[in-house]
Structures are given as C-alpha cells and as structure tokens.
C-alpha cells in the first residue's frame, strides 16, 4: 500500500492477470483520485472517486473508497503490457484551490 | 482536448543562476500548479495559482517563485538554482473537484 514516505512499492505480473493496488491517506478527503504515469509523461487520470460512492469502473479499472479507514484501492482486470507503469492515488485537500496530496506510487511491470 | 505545455523540456543549469520554466495551459482552467517529482517522495506541489495575478506557496516553496501573468501562462522560477533543485518539474492545470491535467515535464539539472 502507498501512503508517506513508504518506499515505492513495485509489482511484476504476468499480462493477463489482475492486480490490485492500495492506497491509504491520512486526512478526511471527500474525493479520490489514481493517476498513472508512463515512462517520461506526465501522470494522467484514470479514475476519480467520491466519498458517496464505494465503488466506481471505467472498462477494466475498479476503483473502492472506504472512508471509516481512509482507505482506497485500484483493481485493474486482465492487465496488458501497456498497463505497465506508476500508478498514484491522490486525495484532494478540503481547503480551496484543488490541492491534491500524491502518495509515492506503485510501479507496475507487466511482462509479455 | 485538454492541453497543457511546459518549455523546456530539458534545461542545464549552473548553480547561481537563473531558471524559469513556463507553462501554458488551453483549458481554461482558474487552477495551476507547480510539481516536483523526486525518486522516493512522489509529486509534491511548490506553488500553485487560483488565476491571473494570483500565487499561493505549496507544500514545498523555500527557493522558488511563481508568477500567472495570465489565465494560460504560469511560470516558475528559480532565483538561485542549487543542485538540490536537481529534478523533474511538472505543471498541471484543474478544477476543485475534478482532474488535473499534467503537461509532459521539465527535467531539470543544476551542476
């Protein structure tokens, strides 16, 4: 799971196969969001989930929230060599402007 | 489609010096905001915007600057480069509430 300043955490899978990637953060949030980021590009987001909700897809991405223990969680089914990146989870700051608190990531290597 | 580009892509700099990097965003968005990535610590926001005029000090802001001239334009600057600035840069765009849209990133190395 990510969160402070634990070491990024790297994954290796077969394609295929799901993975699953856990986030917990610190403070009350109302959304969250996971962002993955490809070798040399800027992160880009997947999925953004609400406290209202517990669960949310987008075609092979499953996003959960729990808010009792501020936690988060990114399912990605029948992964393909082109999933292979570092996903974030980003939990957006009650206060004005949109600020966003990254975790450090989980690198995800999916072989051939 | 949302955009948003950072020039330059790659910059050298010698410590003492002076370093801007630029962003400029076509979404139209009031929120902008200054990242840098390092191995280990993640994306953590230097200085960030609420619009034109505006400059707010992020979680990490002690040697650098920002400047929004414009609703599409937001720099960072670097008064006194040090090796310590050695890093990834990345600018995003955003609204609260929604996604931020990140440009492609500014590798910077202060020797």
Known sequence: SQWGEENLQALSIQEGEDVTMNCSYKTYTTVVQWYRQKSGKGPAQLILIRSNEREKRSGRLRATLDTSSQSSSLSITGTLATDTAVYFCATERSSAGNKLTFGIGTRVLVRP | ?111
């Not at chain 2, 801007?20 to 902008?32: A, E, R």
């Not at chain 2, 230097?46 to 720099?75: C, L, M, W």
Request: proline residues 5%; aromatic residues 10%.
């Open chain 2, 1 to 111: 489609e949302a955009a948003v580009t950072q020039s330059p892509r790659n910059k050298v700099a010698v410590t003492g010096g002076k370093v801007t990097l630029s962003c400029n965003q076509t979404n139209n968005h009031n929120n902008m905001y200054w990242y840098r990535q390092d191995t280990g610590h993640g994306l953590r926001l230097i200085h960030y915007s609420y619009g034109a005029g505006s400059t707010e000090k992020g979680d990490i802001p002690d040697g650098y600057k920002a400047s929004r001239p414009s609703q599409e334009n937001f720099s960072l600057i670097l008064e006194l480069a040090t090796p310590s600035q050695t890093s990834v840069y990345f600018c995003a765009s955003g609204e609260k509430g929604y996604e931020q849209y990140f440009g492609p990133g500014t590798r910077l190395t202060v020797l």
